[in-house]
């Protein structure tokens, strides 16, 4: 299922248009794993055309956990279009048609188990190349302006998508942050995850914060710099499953530059997970946003005002 691992295979699509964009049900490439959830043995991306046919540039776009955050980042879409950038917005698995209807979006990411985990994201990450794959055969598309877009928990599957696919020449990682430690145990998203591993533990016997850090996380951002080359040394040297899907393990890998966006008042992604990841990216530039997680979506322009001079800035 590793992400990396990803070969091109045919891109089997179901096209509908719809008044601003074109929406594709595609047929997903996980390595053979079929999904106990039916509904998500499909995928979903729409795209958003530049008006006057002009493309320069080509961008993936990521939303956040949950339904509500797919209208909110859609706004994106429809302004990076506007300007040039050809934009496909990546629905991720288990939101949209691709869940049941009794299911929160996104929910079987939030498990604490690593063995599942490891799966869902790089599901994710599999279904951002293979848009890549399709971006590629468009007309106008340039190999030099590939660009990717992640918001909060999507900004965690684009830090892994640049860290595994090296078409992707900039990437703007919003709001986000890595290092399941303070995620698991401080996020009020992951309160769930804390609850069974409370009760239930998990296959690694991990329970609680405390024997979290004693026997895998006492020092994880150090633990990458000194291990971490290749994608090959995360699920080779990783003292346990949940470094495979970690995005501070990908960020070391990211040469290309990143725009890395920050909320001073985020109470979501705990400020540690965000640091740690910011001190992995090794070819950066910061900005903070005077707000928090979610009302962060007062000052969207400009959010879309600095990835548009970041994505010009050739």
């Not at 020092?219 to 080779?236: G, S």
Request: net charge positive; with cysteine; aromatic share 14%.
């Amino acid at each position: 299922m590793r992400a990396d691992k990803y070969t091109k295979t045919e891109f089997k699509y179901k096209l509908t248009k719809e008044e601003h964009y074109k929406e594709y049900e595609f047929v997903p490439d996980y390595a053979g794993y079929v999904d106990p959830i039916e509904e998500n043995r499909r995928s979903f991306v729409r795209c958003f055309e530049p008006p006057n046919g002009q493309v320069k540039g080509d961008l993936v776009l990521i939303h956040g956990i949950g339904e509500n955050n797919i209208p909110y980042i859609q706004w994106f879409a429809e302004q990076f279009s506007k300007r040039g950038i050809r934009t496909w917005y990546q629905l991720l698995p288990y939101h949209y048609k691709q869940k049941p209807e009794n299911m929160y979006g996104g929910e079987p990411f939030m498990s604490a188990n690593p063995d599942i985990c490891v799966k869902k994201f790089h599901m994710a990450i599999r279904d951002t190349r293979k848009i890549l794959d399709f971006a590629e055969e468009q007309k106008g598309f340039n190999g030099e302006n590939c660009y990717i877009f992640g918001f909060s928990f999507g900004g965690m599957i684009a830090t892994m998508a640049m860290g595994v696919d090296k078409r992707i020449k900039k990437g703007v990682l919003a709001i986000t942050g890595g290092n399941w430690r303070w995620i698991n145990f401080y996020s009020p998203y992951s309160d769930a995850v804390r609850q069974d591993l409370y009760k239930n533990s998990n296959p690694y016997g991990c329970k609680d914060e405390a024997d979290c850090m004693k026997r895998f996380r006492g020092d994880a951002v150090n633990w990458v710099r000194e291990n971490v080359k290749t994608v090959d040394d995360i699920f080779n040297k990783a003292p346990i499953g949940c470094y495979h899907y970690d995005p501070i393990c990908y960020a070391p890998l990211i040469d290309r530059p990143v725009l890395f966006l920050k909320a001073a008042f985020d109470k979501i992604m705990p400020k540690n997970a965000t640091e740690d990841l910011e001190a992995l990216l090794p070819n950066k530039t910061v900005k903070n946003i005077p707000t928090g997680h979610k009302s962060s979506i007062v000052l969207r322009r400009r959010i879309l005002k600095w990835s548009m001079q970041f994505f010009n800035n050739m």
